[in-house]
């Protein structure tokens, strides 16, 4: 099993496929072009210079899909048959055999236009992520004019978008060299371009090398934002194994330290989310909408899942080479996964109910935190899907920022260990955990909370979640720290708030006397409680109470919680002039912060009231 956080039916789909590439003529495709067909004369009069005008038109509109299509119909009046003697490719014009001929036989004015649809669609595949046949168009337009400019720089993108960098970086080194040798005072802007590119890519090349991601202090303060698009994924000294009686997961090449980046990807597909469900509708290509529609595709009950798995499907669509690893995400016990063998060039057809079970079974959900689950945004990350589950008891944590996931350790890992974090926080209710888990994606947690848990009887769990409820309801208000407040009335209102959570505590300890250090339910109480008294002043009792929930979130293993809590702790004890305890809390929040993140830098989001003496004391 290798599920996540949160998270169809058949559809045959519009969509052929041959050598990797997707032909995405639909029915409004066809209707498009035959609109235009007025333009240029009718489909069977047109030559290959009318298709190159009209692909570089729909280009322009960003209609990429469509451009392709056209360039691919130029493109079909000279079908590549085999190479002549000198290497030069053989064209054919369409109905006419006789006229058969190598390009460099051909008219100047031939071989440009059959240039510029190569290299133009090349450009149209890169502008849909479709790397794989980007390359293979740009080399057949560098067959024919090797220094041609813009083939070699877009045949340089489409091996980075592989994340073939060395051999990026190479192509594009070596293709510099040949062209400046040349010196056209025309292409010094060019040569300029492609250089500055090159730099760029060694930058990349050094993040897929070592996880060294720029500008991480203010991505942590966007969350819900996509990430700079020149970060690529790092994957670290990990590998998929089969795991006895899971399925498939995540082991150690080698041994891991703690805080120890494992994973940094971008999400395959990521929604960021406002308020309510999004329309799929809106976002769509229409080739997906015609293939959709035409496929029966049934709408599902969770409409942001639905949204996420239609959006997956457009770019499957777009981009079938990317179902070979899609595909072999598990989908539910159901359908399981599809093994398909390295060396296969096959690529798999759309199928819908496959893909709504992938998203089903490994989606991450970035909620911030918060409890009930307020999604802020719903994604899909295909290797860090492989990681196992655990509540309590992992050995690695995962943080979601913008449309990146990071997966790190937080204590040491041996080699062919496996690597588990938990989807979901131990700090919800067991029958919540349940329905993620086990309702939804199809296996019992075997760690010692969910076994706490289950031996509570049924009363037990509902008055639980009548008092996680309670807990809710209790709201911090800071404003008793500003100025010009009714303090009599704050005052009533704080001691009744207080009284209710110190009671729900006691209770919770009652009734679930065996939980001990995993007490996880504590947690939100115990949190909410040491905010009111931080919010009135007593920033004795607040630090108490908080490192109360240090101790939990150790035990939990939740270092993220232990970063928040601990700062928390470090301000009260510099509020009471306690220096010795403010930095020897300032030291755990430092520990704890090189676990969760793995960089310093990250506290920059937190403010000068806490660098600043974390720099006196030496810590930073």
């Not at 595949?125 to 083939?151: C, Q, R, V, W």
């Not at 009533?492 to 729900?504: G, H, P, R, V």
């Not at 931080?534 to 240090?550: H, L, N, P, T």
């Not at 929040?589 to 030496?618: F, H, R, S």
Request: glycine share 6%; net charge neutral; aromatic share 10%.
């Amino acid at each position: 099993m290798n599920g996540t956080n949160r998270f169809g039916s058949p559809s045959n789909g519009n969509a052929k496929v041959a050598n990797g590439k997707c032909d995405m003529t639909s029915n409004r495709t066809k209707n498009h072009d035959e609109e235009n067909d007025n333009d240029v004369g009718n489909r069977s009069n047109r030559n290959p210079q009318s298709f190159l005008k009209e692909g570089n038109r729909l280009f322009i509109y960003k209609n990429f899909p469509g451009a392709i299509s056209t360039y691919t119909h130029g493109l079909d009046l000279f079908k590549e048959a085999l190479l002549c003697g000198d290497d030069d490719p053989v064209v054919v014009v369409e109905n006419e055999p006789d006229k058969s001929r190598c390009v460099s036989g051909n008219t100047n004015e031939s071989k440009t236009v059959v240039l510029e649809l190569f290299s133009n669609r090349a450009l149209a595949y890169l502008s849909i992520g479709n790397y794989t046949a980007a390359l293979e168009d740009a080399e057949k337009a560098l067959s024919i004019n090797p220094t041609h400019f813009k083939a070699i720089f877009r045949k340089t993108k489409a091996l980075a978008g592989l994340a073939q960098y060395q051999n990026a970086i190479g192509f594009g080194e070596s293709s510099l060299k040949r062209l400046t040798k040349k010196n056209k005072q025309e292409s010094v802007s060019d040569f300029k371009e492609l250089a500055a590119y090159l730099e760029k890519l060694r930058r990349m090349k050094h993040q897929s090398e070592t996880g060294d991601y720029y500008d991480m202090p203010s991505i942590m303060e966007r969350p819900f934002e996509s990430t700079p698009p020149d970060w690529v994924d790092y994957i670290g000294a990990v590998k998929v194994e089969k795991i006895l009686g899971k399925g498939r997961g995540l082991v150690a090449a080698e041994d891991l330290p703690p805080a120890k980046l494992i994973l940094a990807c971008r999400a395959f597909e990521v929604i960021f989310l406002d308020t309510g469900s999004p329309d799929p509708e809106e976002s769509l290509s229409l080739e997906s909408k015609d293939a959709l529609e035409n496929g029966n595709f049934k709408v599902e009950d969770d409409k942001t899942l639905n949204f996420l798995a239609r959006k997956i499907y457009d770019r499957l669509i777009r981009n079938p080479e990317k179902r070979v690893d899609f595909y072999q995400l598990h989908a539910g016990n159901d359908l399981g996964y599809v093994e398909i063998p390295p060396e296969s060039k096959e690529i798999p057809e759309l199928d819908m109910e496959r893909i709504y079970g992938i998203c089903k079974t490994n989606t991450f959900a970035n909620s911030g935190d918060s409890y009930p689950e307020v999604e802020k945004s719903v994604g899909l990350w295909l290797f860090p899907a492989f990681v196992n589950h655990l509540c309590i008891g992992g050995n690695c944590t995962w943080k979601i920022f913008g449309d990146y996931i990071f997966v790190r350790t937080f204590k040491p890992v041996k080699k062919g260990e496996e690597l588990v974090h938990s989807y979901v926080s131990p700090a919800y209710p067991y029958r919540a955990r349940f329905g993620t888990l086990t309702e939804r994606l199809g296996f019992v947690c075997p760690c010692i909370l969910c076994d706490l848990d289950r031996q509570l009887p049924k009363s037990i769990h509902d008055e639980k979640e009548k008092l996680k409820q309670l807990v809710l309801n209790q709201e911090v208000d800071f404003s008793s720290l500003e100025q010009n407040v009714d303090s009599s009335e704050y005052a009533k209102k704080f001691q009744a708030s207080t009284m209710i959570l110190e009671q729900i505590i006691l209770k919770l300890e009652k009734i679930q006397p065996k939980h001990g250090k995993y007490n996880a339910s504590l947690l939100d109480p115990l949190q909410k409680l040491g905010l009111k008294y931080f919010s009135v002043g007593d920033f004795e009792k607040a630090a108490r109470i908080m490192e109360r929930v240090c101790s939990l979130m150790n035990a939990c293993m939740l270092p993220h919680g232990v970063v928040d809590c601990s700062m928390w702790i470090v301000g009260s004890y510099m509020q009471l002039g306690n220096a010795k305890q403010a930095k020897k809390w300032a030291k755990i929040l430092v520990e704890n912060v090189m676990l969760a993140y793995g960089d310093i830098q990250a506290l920059k989001v937190v403010g000068d009231w806490l660098l600043e003496p974390l720099a006196q004391w030496g810590l930073i």
